[in-house]
């Protein structure tokens, strides 16, 4: 909603928003009360895209060591068959079987690459996180969800459930991007592609001390506003991901409430 009281774009193409009070102090410190009585866990880390890193891998694989394997077992098939000890047909599965070998071998390595990719991926995250639910557990969730509906005129259906994240003073979170460029398969009954990302800030960060939302590809820092919300695009509405909107963190203790918006109503979905 392009009209929405407090809305005002910082950058376009992509376009970035930032909303003015678009919580109330009071709603913050609520959400932020009950997610300290919930209890806040290390976030979990998904290791979006590693069905795409694995067919890459695998092509590679397969045009690469598999092949190195056959060639042996077709170089000394084609002279055996030259020489008339063996038939064509002979040769062609001894240089498949050698490919297949080939294929296993360089499996197991991809498979030992992603789990260290995954155990990676985890240590450039480490924040603390919780999930609310809304109603007594919410602290005041069923208003941010509503606004949410009507600043991106979406059902609640289609949002995940919000998370409160906590940033302590020395948390990492390096640059990454929200979208999955492998969302066709790894989120369908997620609702797919993530298409847009409400950051809402629950405490002040001072300027230049840290805690930024920066936008390293674009240019855009973003200081939290106690009540300020943020949003952003990780795909367009087709789906297709915008590597232009990675964004990270900046050093500094801060507080957010995070909903995303997928491509369509989750599975099982709950109103977050």
């Known amino acids: 909603d392009e009209g929405a009281a407090g809305l005002r774009q910082v950058h376009a193409d992509p376009d970035v928003y930032l909303i003015d009070d678009f919580l109330t102090p009071a709603e913050c410190d609520s959400l932020v009360a009950a997610a300290r009585a919930k209890g806040l866990e290390r976030s979990p880390v998904a290791y979006a895209g590693w069905t795409a890193d694995a067919k890459e891998l695998l092509s590679l694989a397969a045009g690469g060591p598999a092949a190195w394997y056959a060639f042996p077992a077709l170089n000394s098939g084609l002279s055996a068959m030259g020489a008339g000890d063996v038939s064509a047909v002979d040769v062609f599965g001894a240089v498949l079987g050698a490919w297949a070998s080939g294929m296993a071998v360089s499996c197991v390595g991809v498979g030992a690459w992603l789990a260290w990719r995954r155990r990676g991926l985890s240590e450039l995250r480490t924040s603390e996180s919780t ?9 005041g969730d069923d208003a941010l969800v509503e606004r949410a509906e009507a600043l991106l005129r979406a059902s609640s259906d289609r949002f995940e459930a919000p998370t409160v994240i906590r940033y302590a003073q020395n948390a990492r979170l390096a640059p990454h991007f929200d979208a999955n460029r492998a969302a066709g398969d790894e989120d369908a009954a997620r ?11 629950l405490n002040d960060v001072p300027p230049g001390a840290g805690g930024r939302t920066r936008f390293g590809r674009i240019g855009v820092d973003v200081d939290p506003q106690k009540g300020q919300a943020l949003l952003f695009f990780p795909a367009g509405a087709d789906g297709q991901f915008d590597e232009r909107t990675e964004h990270g963190r900046a050093q500094r203790e801060r507080c957010v409430r995070s909903p995303r918006v997928r491509a369509r109503p989750r599975a099982h979905a709950r109103r977050a």
């Open 131 to 139: 999930t609310l639910y809304g109603g007594a557990e919410g602290g």
């Open 191 to 201: 609702g797919g592609q993530t298409l847009a990302t409400l950051l809402c800030y």
